[in-house]
């Protein structure tokens, strides 16, 4: 479920990115919907959660139960960050606001598009409870912080130099923090994910093992 979860984040996200860059009230009506439909899957996803608890006689695993508490804690930092997202994108085109600069617009899509990669990555894990790439996610979490950390010196100095408004650096600044926020806790499901296989993966007895 959460694998598909993300996936279905992956692609509102491209929705609200595409509806601000050209400025398509529809575009950003479907992402806020799709939007609604994610906050959703994820308040079931925890509510199931919260049934396993009940019904759980897990009060001695510890190990055990903070896993699911920190999955109910990531589900809502992706959800709530991909509504601000596609909530801002919607709000100000509907205000009609000026449009983003061209070296904003070719940022966040370097932003966008790094960000995707990460959420295919871990929601293909997720999907087919397969080892996942370790080496990719990695990777692809150190390139998009290293994007972040230059896309901001770049908006300073814009910032600076009066040609960013105080409407788009919020704007700016909002897409590319909550991004690498849902970058970060959907790299946190699969840890847990991958955590789940080795915890809870069957123990052979050396002595019955097949040589």
Same mark, same amino acid.
């Given at each position: 479920?959460?694998?598909t979860?993300?996936?279905e984040?992956r692609?509102?996200?491209?929705q ?7 400025q398509n ?5 479907i ?6 439909r994610?906050q ?8 199931n ?14 190990e055990?139960?903070?896993?699911? !508490?920190?999955?109910?804690?990531? $589900?809502?930092? /992706?959800?709530?960050s %991909?509504?601000? &997202?596609v909530?801002?994108?919607? +709000? ?7 449009g983003?600069? !061209?070296?904003?617009?070719a940022? $966040?899509?370097? /932003?966008r598009?790094? %960000?995707?990669? &990460?959420?295919d990555?871990?929601? +293909? ?10 080496q990719?996610?990695?990777?692809g ?5 290293e ?5 901001d010196?770049?908006q300073i100095?814009?910032?600076q130099?009066?040609?960013?408004k ?11 923090w909550?991004?690498l ?11 847990i ?6 915890i ?6 050396p002595?019955?093992a097949?040589?």
């Amino acid at each position: 479920h959460m694998g598909t979860l993300l996936r279905e984040v992956r692609r509102v996200l491209n929705q609200g990115f595409e509806g601000l860059v050209e400025q398509n009230r529809q575009t950003l009506k479907i992402a806020r919907e799709g939007q609604r439909r994610v906050q959703l899957w994820s308040n079931i996803i925890a509510a199931n959660i919260f049934k396993v608890f009940r019904l759980s006689r897990w009060q001695e695993d510890v190990e055990r139960t903070q896993r699911y !508490a920190a999955t109910i804690s990531s $589900l809502q930092e /992706i959800s709530e960050s %991909l509504r601000d &997202i596609v909530v801002r994108a919607h +709000l100000h085109v509907a205000n009609n606001h000026s449009g983003l600069l !061209a070296e904003q617009v070719a940022e $966040l899509d370097q /932003i966008r598009s790094a %960000l995707v990669e &990460i959420l295919d990555h871990t929601s +293909l894990a997720l999907r087919s409870k397969e080892a996942p790439d370790h080496q990719a996610i990695a990777h692809g979490n150190r390139a998009l912080r290293e994007l972040v950390n230059e896309f901001d010196q770049n908006q300073i100095m814009r910032i600076q130099a009066n040609r960013s408004k105080t409407r788009l650096s919020i704007l700016f600044y909002s897409f590319m923090w909550d991004s690498l926020k849902i970058a970060e806790q959907a790299t946190r499901l699969f840890e847990i994910f991958d955590e789940s296989l080795r915890i809870d993966a069957p123990r052979t007895d050396p002595e019955t093992a097949p040589q």
